[in-house]
């Protein structure tokens, strides 16, 4: 067990450089780079740059360094903090984003909790009434589901708010909380408008885990321990929840590892969308205007974020299921 | 799971047209009576089954999944429009109205009263009313019935190219006057037909989904070949590539991808660069379901047996081991084309994927991105009900196929 736990932190390590190195490739691989897009900037405004200036400009950001060169000196300074400067903003990056990758942890979390909580109930009774009307209709509906991209549940939602209820749903706070600092009025205030965008990301993972919920508790039902603890008159309720569900709930802990990447995909959409203060929106800014640190900066951690993500899934997975072995 | 087995409807015979495995009857028709005699009666073609080939006993399978046959022939209606888009739409999809900015949508009438009062079959669509809202200053649209524009199947409009090889002069379905307007799910912005346009994103968003899977299945069955059919060292790194790619969360590095490509670039190559983009991370999951099917196959006892007959690896590989894997890896592809049509409509809309000369789902769902034009004209989300409507009859179409594929499932 610990040698599984060691073995699988050790990999964290070449993950890490993976996920850094196909940011670095992201980020630089538009041609030109910031300074490019800035000169042609001055140049629409009447005042175009001189070629002095502009290399002084790359000099100064290093971008006329090799490649590989530029590759280490980002990931040796981000190690150590400092993650460059965003041109757009005229800020360190390190600045600007972390309140936006909190929001979208936030976000993220939550979703995952609802999805979880919803998910669990139907799940179970789903399987529970196979062939029935009531399986029918949740089979059918989480099909639904998955079948909706979420920026257009998104929108239906923002579409319904706005025509019949008369309310504006974008941000996660309202006009005065927005810079206020954290009260419990805030905190309010942040529920209030969490639950969109956590139903919104919520729905297609929910779908996709009734589904595996159903199949996985289908497959222990008809086993024979669920007859014997039937022979020996358990209440069936009890007799389900405290054995086949138990051995079904996996996917819960495993959920944690694939519907993360798809919970920050989603974001990325829902939240240009709805406009909410995550990492999404200035990330796609950032990728259209080649603010190339900023959007380095955000494609890395939200790929750490899940690669952490899929570990702690992994080690709960490997501490609760006494089936899964590692040492092989 | 032991469900009764279902009768056919009568008429639901062998022939049926356009089912995905069409190809596969290729029993006798001797056995053919005698099994649909036998299915006739409520019992499973036992006499059948012994001498059914695995294609006929998929179709019998797939048959059964009555939602996944609905979604089936959903499906092919879907193809056929993307593949005949030209005829089916009425209008020029990029041709502009100003005068029906944001015009309604008409629905379209099949029965009209005639002099005597009597219905008779004459398909119209009311005419507009305008008036012009003060305060908002723009103008409103009110369908107005007293005004009729009949309409017909197979009218004569303005000559066109086919597939850009042939000219035609007809549509589907049309206005008689082509003056008149048919807007039959309304206007956009600039006074375009949204029900052309839709049918011409169709076309777009139903070949990314195919040729993006296409792509990832060469990529699948190779990568995911070697992996099974060669284990060991290979294997574990191709494993590992596997799942760091699963584990990357996908819109970022997408539209980071999709971000790089120049804007200057003609629209065909851009649109061949996002399907490669999509195909990228799609190849995993087939690659997985190859290589586990290898695995379990590499072992069986008449793999065994062909080899020491001394059959040689290719043969043994296409011969003997690929007919018990193509049925899984078909189900699955059908799986994979939605998640490519759903990533595809996301880029889209969210301006790094397809650009607007080229007319995609996605593309049509960027005119419904601020909440001010769909909260004047809601059928700007036509578009996306086209994308559920696509992606459910795929993944129930996939669905069956995959129930019908399993060899141990007996519903």
Request: proline residues 7%; aromatic residues 12%; contains cysteine.
């Amino acid at each position: 067990m610990y040698r599984f736990i060691v073995r699988r932190l050790l990999w964290m390590i070449p993950s890490f450089f993976a996920v850094s190195l196909v940011s670095f490739i992201i980020m630089r691989l538009p041609p030109g780079d910031f300074v490019t897009s800035y000169a042609a900037d001055l140049a629409t405004s009447g005042s175009p740059a001189d070629q002095g200036t502009l290399d002084n400009l790359r000099h100064h950001y290093g971008l006329d360094r090799p490649l590989y060169v530029q590759y280490v000196t980002w990931i040796v300074n981000a190690l150590q903090g400092d993650l460059g400067v965003s041109f757009e903003y005229r800020a360190p990056v390190a600045d600007i984003i972390w309140s936006r990758l909190g929001m979208t942890f936030l976000v993220a979390s939550c979703t995952l909790l609802f999805v979880w909580a919803v998910a669990f109930p139907i799940g179970i009774y789903s399987a529970l009434r196979q062939y029935k009307i009531g399986d029918y209709i949740v089979t059918f509906l989480g099909f639904v589901g998955m079948a909706t991209p979420n920026f257009l549940l998104a929108l239906v939602v923002m579409y319904i708010s706005v025509v019949y209820m008369g309310y504006s749903v974008g941000g996660l706070f309202s006009p005065d909380f927005v810079n206020a600092p954290w009260s419990f009025a805030r905190f309010m205030d942040l529920l209030h408008h969490l639950w969109i965008p956590v139903v919104v990301l919520g729905v297609a993972g929910i779908a996709a885990l009734i589904r595996i919920m159903r199949a996985n508790l289908l497959d222990e039902l008809h086993k024979p321990y669920v007859e014997t603890g039937r022979a020996k008159g358990l209440p069936e309720l009890t007799l389900v929840l405290r054995y086949p569900v138990r051995v079904a709930l996996n996917p819960f802990i495993s959920t944690v590892g694939w519907v993360l990447p798809t919970l920050v995909s989603g974001d990325v959409i829902v939240a240009t969308v709805l406009s909410l203060p995550t990492a999404g929106p200035i990330l796609i800014q950032a990728l259209k205007t080649q603010d190339q640190y900023l959007a380095g900066a955000l494609l890395l951690f939200q790929c750490i974020f899940v690669l952490i993500g899929t570990l702690f899934s992994d080690l709960l997975l490997a501490w609760l299921d006494p089936r899964i072995r590692y040492d092989s | 799971m032991t469900a009764s087995p279902t009768t056919p409807e009568p008429g639901q015979g062998g022939s049926l047209p356009g089912g995905p495995v069409e190809h596969s009857l290729i029993q006798s028709e001797a056995v053919e009576s005698e099994i649909e005699a036998l299915e006739a009666a409520g019992q499973p073609p036992a006499a059948g089954r012994a001498v059914a080939s695995q294609w006929k006993l998929m179709w019998w399978q797939f048959r059964r999944h009555r939602l996944a046959m609905a979604s089936a022939v959903i499906l092919l209606l879907i193809f056929l429009v993307a593949a005949f888009c030209e005829f089916v739409a009425p209008f020029d999809p990029l041709a502009f109205t100003p005068r029906y900015t944001y015009a309604p949508p008409q629905a379209i009438h099949l029965f009209d009263r005639d002099e005597q009062g009597d219905l008779v079959l004459r398909p119209y669509v009311n005419g507009f009313k305008v008036t012009i809202d003060k305060k908002a200053l723009r103008r409103v649209f009110v369908v107005d019935p007293t005004v009729k524009f009949p309409i017909g199947f197979f009218v004569k409009t303005e000559p066109y190219k086919m597939w850009g090889l042939f000219t035609l002069e007809h549509k589907l379905i049309g206005p008689l006057d082509p003056s008149n307007p048919m807007y039959l799910l309304g206007a956009d912005r600039l006074g375009r037909d949204l029900f052309s346009r839709t049918v011409y994103g169709t076309r777009i968003s139903m070949s990314i989904g195919l040729i993006g899977v296409a792509l990832s299945l060469v990529l699948g069955v190779v990568l995911g070949g070697i992996s099974g059919y060669y284990g060991g060292r290979i294997d574990h790194v191709i494993q590992r590539v596997i799942e760091f790619i699963l584990s990357l969360p996908t819109t970022p590095l997408w539209l980071g991808l999709a971000a790089a490509l120049p804007s200057d670039w003609p629209p065909l190559r851009i649109y061949l660069c996002i399907t490669i983009i999509l195909s990228l991370y799609g190849w995993t999951n087939l690659a997985r379901v190859v290589r586990g099917r290898f695995l379990s196959l590499r072992t069986e006892d008449f793999v065994t047996a062909a080899r020491l007959d001394g059959a040689s690896e290719p043969r043994i590989i296409f011969r003997q081991m690929a007919p018990s894997f193509v049925s899984h890896i078909i189900a699955e592809v059908s799986l994979a084309i939605p998640n490519m049509i759903l990533a595809e409509t996301a880029l889209s809309f969210l301006g790094l994927g397809l650009q607007p000369p080229i007319i995609s789902w996605g593309v049509l769902l960027q005119e419904a991105q601020n909440i001010r034009s769909i909260a004047t004209a809601p059928w700007l989300f036509a578009p996306g009900v086209a994308v559920v409507i696509a992606v459910l009859a795929l993944n129930f179409v996939g669905d069956g196929l995959r129930d019908a594929a399993d060899p141990y499932s007996h519903r």
